[in-house]
Nanobody, 116 residues
Framework: QVQLVESGGGLVQPGGSLRLSCAASGIIFSINSMNWYRRVPGKGRELVAGISSGGSTNYANSVKGRFTISRDNAKNTVYLQMNSLKPEDTAVYYC??????????WGKGTLVNVSS
């Protein structure tokens, strides 16, 4: 049974930081690309950041320089360090895995609320 479990969301003031974690089980974590998406109510899903099995990273322009994605294959966990948070970063953040065979899985999401 595949599970992607996000944690670390919450309420933070503008300019603050949060670190999201996504613990994976039931997949061969090391061969999967791992991604963070977010969805704002009433809007579409946006790819925030991704990290390949080899460690290459990519970011949405809106978060470049503020967010950092990383992975720990020994812990089957991917992280999203979010700094200098803005109100427009408020969203539900989802973890996604994508295998070389085209199989993908999703977590249930964690809410990030940036508000004073």
């Amino acid at each position: 049974q595949v599970q992607l479990v996000e944690s670390g969301g919450g309420l933070v003031q503008p300019g603050g930081s949060l670190r999201l974690s996504c613990a994976a089980s039931g997949i061969i974590f090391s061969i999967n690309s791992m991604n963070w998406y977010r969805r704002v109510p009433g809007k579409g899903r946006e790819l925030v950041a991704g990290i390949s099995s080899g460690g290459s990273t990519n970011y949405a322009n809106s978060v470049k320089g503020r967010f950092t994605i990383s992975r720990d294959n020994a812990k089957n966990t991917v992280y999203l360090q979010m700094n200098s948070l803005k109100p427009e970063d408020t969203a539900v953040y989802y973890c996604n895995s994508f295998s070389p065979y085209g199989t993908e899985y999703w977590g249930k999401g964690t809410l990030v609320n940036v508000s004073s």
